[in-house]
């Protein structure tokens, strides 16, 4: 079946540090990926996505995230972690049946300063 | 502005009790989506619509209706709501029917409590 693991439920980091979220897909072929992000008691908002070509996808608020096929993942990256970035993210697939996005459980950032 | 609304926002209610939330947007979309989002189980799509009148069943239908009337409004049912459906339910919509290479945008959630 179909799914998309975030191994980490919950990750802190120290404001300026980087980071570093996973993702690990279970699909037959490569599906598109996304990461987004949810502020608290916000909607979801995207980061970035991933259909084809280049590995490493550059995404809003200095986020990016490479493609790893040999891995089956798909890691968020931020080299200096702020604030503000404190928020739930989830990774999320769109694979070869059905049509709609499959989600990870999610993964809590928080920041310590 | 480009959004996804949802009303209401937050919904305390009885077991039985019908209710509706609406979702709208005003993107001229043909993909809308309903998901209720659960902790440690992330976003599961309860239904979709591919355009008016095309409506199919996702993860998660048990318990729920929907109907595509027109282009902008995809409103979720639940006829008899039980306390497992407590969540929180986000409605979503995108360009393309296929909604694989295009983005979905969120509405803001709506946050339901079935007593």
């Known amino acids: 079946a179909q799914s998309v693991t975030q191994p980490d439920i919950h990750i802190t980091v120290s404001e300026g540090a980087s980071l570093e979220l996973r993702c690990n897909y279970s699909y037959g072929a490569t599906p598109y990926l996304f990461w987004y992000v949810q502020s608290p008691g916000q909607g979801l908002q995207l980061l970035l996505k991933y259909f084809s070509g280049d590995t490493l996808v550059q995404g809003i608020k200095g986020f990016e995230a490479e493609f790893k096929r040999s891995q089956s993942s798909f890691n968020l990256r931020k080299p200096s972690v702020h604030w503000s970035d404190a928020a739930e993210y989830f990774c999320?697939?769109?694979?070869?049946?059905?049509?709609?996005?499959?989600f990870g459980a999610g993964t809590i950032l928080r920041v310590k300063s | 502005e480009a959004q996804v609304t949802q009303n209401p926002r937050y919904l305390i209610t009885v077991t039985g009790k019908k209710l509706t939330v609406t979702c709208s947007q005003n993107?001229?979309?043909?993909?809308m989506s309903w998901y209720r989002q659960d902790p440690g189980l992330g976003l599961r799509q309860i239904y979709y619509s591919m355009n008016v009148e095309v409506t199919d069943k996702g993860d998660v239908p048990e318990g729920y209706k929907v109907s595509r009337k027109e282009k902008r409004n995809f409103p979720l049912i639940l006829e008899s709501p039980s306390p497992n459906q407590t969540s929180l339910y986000f409605c979503?919509?995108?360009?393309?029917?296929?909604?694989?290479?295009?983005?979905?945008?969120f509405g803001p959630g709506t946050r339901l409590t079935v007593l």
């Open positions: 979503a919509s995108s360009l393309l029917p296929a909604a694989s290479t295009d983005t979905q945008y």
């Open positions: 999320a697939a769109f694979g070869e049946y059905g049509n709609k996005l499959v």
């Open positions: 993107m001229n979309h043909e993909y």
